[in-house]
């Protein structure tokens, strides 16, 4: 630490970014700050309005077909009770809900 930032003088680098095209970029981290508040309180916003008001979720709400979506939610401990068995296809795992051209 230098004698300047010890005594407050302004030897060391100060807070704000200030000088030529320093105030852009203050304005600019400013702007950006504002931004990512908006959505967060969004984001907080939307999880407590969905909390209190949606829809319950179906089992399977995309209608895919992969092994994970057969079993209920939260999964049993054992989670399957017989070992399913698993063919290698080479498809979609969504083939049966994709629409067809």
Not at 6 to 29: F, H, K, M, P, V
Not at 37 to 55: C, D, H, M, Q, Y
Not at 87 to 98: C, L, N, Y
Request: one cysteine or more; charged letters at 10%.
């Amino acid at each position: 630490m230098s004698v300047g930032q010890a005594e407050g003088t302004g030897g060391g680098s100060g807070a704000r970014a200030t000088g030529e095209g320093g105030d852009w970029l203050t304005l600019a981290e400013a702007v950006c700050g504002a931004v990512t508040v908006v959505g967060v309180l969004r984001f907080v916003i939307n999880v407590l309005w969905s909390r209190r008001s949606g829809a319950i979720a179906p089992a399977n709400p995309w209608g895919a077909a992969t092994l994970e979506w057969t079993l209920s939610s939260p999964p049993p401990e054992y989670n399957f009770t017989v070992i399913p068995a698993v063919h290698w296809e080479i498809k979609s795992p969504f083939a049966s809900t994709m629409p067809t051209a």
